[in-house]
């Protein structure tokens, strides 16, 4: 689909440098494989030979000021899929998803107010033609209109059909497309629309116009459309492809250029007489194009995949750094340079230098399930063909069993455990020269294995059971069962001090060794597939989602963190207080030098401020999440609460002591059990009885 095309801006204080991660100072969790990022791109958008914009799954939304070199993060406050963006200008735009997100800003992104559009979950293309005049449309013939920029919106259908994409020439010529051929056109401004006949029964995804006569129309199974008389004629032209065509964009009469599926991307310099194709490489689709002038493009897609052109297409530069895509589960951080990840098909990714470079190590084959490193030398990888050990660095392996093991642990570089698919543990004193089957007791499969010295260690099973040992594995018995339905994750941090996590969410704590166990509140039911504890009181927990929980106080109180991705999360490690990394699916690598930016309070700006503020929250209203902005002009002790409309305390934010800056402090019903839908108040109290208020609205 012709995405939507809105740009967003932000101070200069806030900028993300992506290419290069060193290049500035880091704050929260940032991506460091893919990059620049992650996150599927549904919409990009050039605004200016210089000025870019982007949006995407998971509420990301990006933006470049060097012609798409670079890209840093803006904040929304939402976490939904946003399939389009709509800028007429650097500082004025909207951005849209599902289900009813519609987001706009008057200063270019570094604020946004979600606007009321009713109750229309399946939105798919957003379009505006001035400051005033914009339009929507979505699922079975939906269109919108507003004529204020977005504070009101008039609704009709106008089609049977889904459609996908709309366009505006002007603030009256306009044609949407979408399912079975479906091409409709106003030249009203939408007050009545008429069918054109498309030549295709294909579904169509984009389409765009240079002026009221000369536009393209994209679609699936290779299926381009152009018109030169406004759509009274609309001519098939062949793209020597059958790939599904997502996005087209027409720079004059001349050149037009269009992307879709197997990172596929096409070109026409005659009006579409010849179509040629480039491959860029990948298997993933590309879902939007778009063109500064004739030379300079910009195409995106999937897992954020991005590719530049300066000469007008001929050639396209990966713009992206992709070090593997595969379903990473097992990390290893040696320390803060040393870094080994793992899962996939023969894959294990080695980083040197803090994750600024990450290099896929050879040698290995089959799944692999676990790897660890004692130290930057030796280390060991369990796959589904066995063990295999490095003595190097991972430059050679040699294998040292067969037995599939789903986690591996050392405690030194020669004692060690495995744990697999079927009830046995096997163990090694030397290094892994040899491995000794032991009895778990278990009849099922093991997950996970730990030991806090040579002599007592746990196993997880499939089913919820923990089994454990005191005297390094000679005898394995039963310490706890039921804990949960499965335990995906285990951590001691002493002999008596651990953690389990499982599905729905669930968190429980041991102080006696695993014999007995107390649940802990995660406020969430998603899956929690990792826990790590880098000293007693502070820990992460990561899982399905994105989810990502954080604590201080031992996991009394868990707050959730936000890891600017919905991917599947599978391991969470970190080698210090502050310094961490969790890997997931599709790649997904993700790290953090500031304890992950805490329980949701980011600071924007170490500027002192005027005096104490409390912004207006936004989106307003908000669902599920909303973000709150408030300054501290000198060290305070700062208390940020939410309320009911009864005056009852159901939220506390913050309470604690904040240096002077501006703070952001992203709030989640799903975090917090108990809260109303309707009004809230939110307040900000400091020291010396300093106190502000403000309303917010909850929907549910």
Known sequence: MTKIKFLIFIPAFLLIYFISPNAYSQTGWFWQNPLPQGNNINDIQFVSTTTAFACGQDGTV????????????????????????????????????????????????????????????????INFVNASTGFIVGANGLFLKTSDGGDSWFASTISIYSLSDVYFADPFWGWAVGSAGAILYTFNGGSNWYWQNSQTGQSLNSVYFINTSVGYAAGNYGTILRTNDSGANWIIQNA????????????????????????????????????????????????????ANTNNGICAGQLGYMTRTSNGGINWISLSKIASSSYLKSLSVVDESVVYAAGGIATVLKTINGGFNWTALTGISGIVNAVFFTDVFNGW????????????????????????????????????????VSWFIIATTNCGQSWEAQSSGSTGSLRAIQFI????????????????????????????????????????????????????????????????????????ISDLNSIHFPNPATGWAAGSAGKILWTSNGGNNWYSQNGSTGKYLTVVKFVNHATGWIVGDEGTIIKTIDGGGSVGINIISTEIPAGFSLNQNYPNPFNPQTVIRYTVPKSSFISLKIFDVMGREVAVLVNQKQNEGTYEYTFNISEHSNIPSGVLFYRLQAENNFTLTKKMILLK
Do not use: H
């Open 62 to 125: 990006l933006k470049s000021l060097d012609g798409c070199l670079t890209w840093f993060p803006l904040t929304t406050g939402v976490q939904t899929n946003l399939k389009a963006l709509s800028f007429i200008n650097e500082n004025t735009g909207w951005v849209m998803g599902a289900p009813n997100t519609v987001l706009r800003t008057y200063n270019g992104g570094f604020s946004w107010t979600a606007l009321n559009i009713g109750n229309y979950t399946n939105i798919n293309s």
């Open 240 to 291: 020597n492809t059958t790939n599904n065509i997502l996005s087209v964009f027409v720079n004059d009469f001349y050149n037009a250029s269009a992307c879709g599926y197997n990172g596929s991307i096409y070109n026409t310099t005659d009006a579409g007489t010849v179509w040629n194709v480039q491959q860029m490489g990948i298997p993933t689709p590309l879902s939007s194009i778009s063109f």
């Open 381 to 420: 990888v369990a796959s589904s063909t066995g063990i295999r050990n490095t003595t190097d660095g991972g430059f050679t392996w040699t294998v040292q069993s067969a037995n599939n093991m789903n986690s591996i642990f050392f405690f030194n570089s020669n004692y060690g455990w495995g744990c697999g």
């Open 453 to 524: 010295n040579q002599s007592t260690g746990w196993a997880s099973e499939s089913s919820g059971q923990l089994r454990k040992t005191t005297n390094g594995g000679t005898n394995w018995f039963l310490a706890a069962f039921g804990i949960a339905s499965n335990i995906n994750s285990i951590f001691f941090a002493s002999e008596n001090t651990g953690w389990i996590t499982g599905g729905s969410g669930i968190i429980s704590k041991s102080t006696n060794g695993g014999i007995s166990w107390i649940p802990q509140n995660s406020g969430i």
